[in-house]
């Protein structure tokens, strides 16, 4: 079973900085298989990112995700006060079919 | 549009049979290009796929659940369900019935929260 790890566990910054968040995988796996997801409380998940690089219908162009092999990223670009919220990376493979980071909380400094 | 809706008990006792059903508006499950199933989510903690199945009637488990899971689908209502038999206190969850294309999970239903607790 490929493992996912996030980090940081959580992201401190203001409205209008950066994010960078990382999603880490056990081994190395193709970039059609990797997606991000945001969170915000009493919600469910948001698909944001699928193909590694791939916005879903709707999502703002501030967000972007890259990476390859064992390593991917999510960014951010300016922070806006609705995107304060947890982000999971996930990945798609033989059984068990998804498996999931244990996310990044992105919240107001 | 597609919606999802889960219904079910909110507290289930230590032992006993978790189940939960999946009401799928705006689409058929019997769609050939999707797979509907269940995640669940502790509080505060991350997502952990459970199971799903194909309009064929193929059906896919978490290995780690698999001995206690049984997903089915009823076509004739637009529903699908879940049982976990033998519940513990680790299986308190906010469970979440789930649409996925290709290889993401494009449609999530709102989440019920299931408590395991005599």
């Known amino acids: 079973e490929i493992v996912l790890t996030q980090s940081p566990g959580t992201l401190s910054l203001s409205p209008g900085e950066r994010a960078t968040l990382s999603c880490r995988t056990s081994q190395s796996v193709g970039s059609s298989y990797l997606a991000w997801y945001q969170q915000k409380p009493g919600q469910a998940p948001r698909l944001l990112i699928y193909?590694?690089?791939s916005r879903a219908t709707g999502i703002p162009d501030r967000f972007s995700g890259s990476g390859s092999g064992t390593d991917f990223t999510l960014t951010i670009s300016r922070l806006e006060p609705e995107d304060f919220a947890v982000y999971f990376c996930?990945?798609?493979?033989?059984?068990?079919?998804?498996?999931f980071g244990g996310g990044t909380k992105v919240e107001i400094k | 549009q597609v919606q999802l809706q889960e219904s079910g008990p909110g507290l289930v006792k230590p032992s006993e049979t978790l189940s939960l059903t999946c009401t799928v508006s705006?689409?058929?499950?019997?769609?050939?290009?999707?797979?509907w199933g269940w995640i669940r989510q502790p509080p505060g903690k991350g997502l952990e796929w459970i199971g799903s199945?194909?309009?064929?009637?193929?059906?896919y488990y978490n290995p780690s659940l698999k001995s206690r899971v049984t997903i089915y689908a009823d076509t004739s209502k637009n529903q699908f369900s879940l049982r976990l038999n033998s519940v513990t206190a680790a299986d308190t969850a906010v469970y979440y019935c789930a649409r996925r294309h290709g290889t993401t999970v494009v449609t999530w239903g709102q989440g019920i929260l299931v408590t395991v607790s005599s």
């Open positions: 199945f194909y309009y064929s009637g193929i059906m």
């Open positions: 996930q990945h798609f493979d033989h059984l068990p079919l998804l498996t």
């Open positions: 193909g590694a690089s």
């Open positions: 705006g689409g058929s499950i019997s769609s050939s290009y999707y797979y």
